[in-house]
């Protein structure tokens, strides 16, 4: 049972276009949600986050945005560009970080 | 910067045979983790540690043992490997938090057991 959903396998973007990749979750008692990128052959890293108690952070091109009672989120890249082709991991967190739950990823192509 | 340092890249196992996945970090980060990530499955927490000498058990921790001596160190223990194990595994440590810290990754060790 998957507490943290990513129903889209994949995306392509033209670049300079917007990207929204979605994330969908089951677990109400999740307080935060984290955006992880991976590239090939490579570990993870950190995007962006947001609390449960809020509805939208930014931090430069990236966007994400929180609707507890659909228990969604998204993340908008504006503009997107070549370089942010990666597979993104959502993830969630409840009682602290070492019980992160994460989505099995969407691989964003943005195409030249 | 070293970051989190994993070791080996890459290992190939017979079945039946035991290893040591390594995991240090530099950052003095209490928090250690390790993850396996399979084809559709997205990444699931094997085993944690919130300081030295405290480890507790992740998602999917059958087969699997770690240790927790130093702060900097984080090894996990396949003690009979099976093919079921054949994974990207990834180590990750961050400072203490209520869920918003991120987490800093390894670069993975591709391991096949055959």
């Known amino acids: 049972d998957q507490q943290v959903k990513q129903n889209s396998p994949s995306l392509s973007v033209q670049e300079g276009r917007i990207s929204i990749l979605n994330c969908d979750y089951t677990n109400s008692m999740f307080d935060y949600f984290l955006w992880y990128k991976k590239y090939p052959a490579e570990g993870p890293t950190f995007l962006i986050s947001?609390?449960?108690?809020?509805d939208k952070n930014e931090d430069g091109r990236f966007t994400v945005f929180l609707n507890k009672s659909a228990k969604h989120l998204s993340l908008h890249i504006v503009p997107s560009q070549p370089g942010d082709s990666a597979v993104y991991f959502c993830?969630?967190?409840?009682?602290?970080?070492?019980?992160?739950?994460f989505g099995i990823g969407t691989k964003l192509q943005v195409i030249p | 910067n070293a970051g989190v340092t994993q070791t080996p890249k890459f290992q190939v196992l017979k079945t039946g045979q035991s290893m040591t996945l390594q995991c240090a970090q530099d950052m003095n980060h209490e928090y250690m983790s390790w993850y396996r990530q399979d084809p559709g499955m997205g990444l699931r927490l094997i085993h944690y540690?919130?300081?030295?000498?405290?480890?507790d058990q992740g998602e999917v921790p059958n087969g699997y043992n770690v240790s927790r001596s130093t702060t900097e160190d984080f090894p996990l223990r396949l003690l009979s490997a099976a093919p079921s194990q054949t994974s990207v595994y990834f180590c990750?440590?961050?400072?203490?938090?209520?869920?918003?810290?991120?987490?800093?990754f390894g670069q993975g060790t591709r391991l096949t057991v055959v």
């Open positions: 540690s919130v300081g030295a000498g405290i480890t």
């Open positions: 993830a969630s967190t409840s009682g602290g970080y070492q019980k992160v739950t």
């Open positions: 947001i609390s449960s108690i809020k």
């Open positions: 990750a440590s961050s400072l203490p938090g209520t869920g918003n810290t991120e987490a800093f």
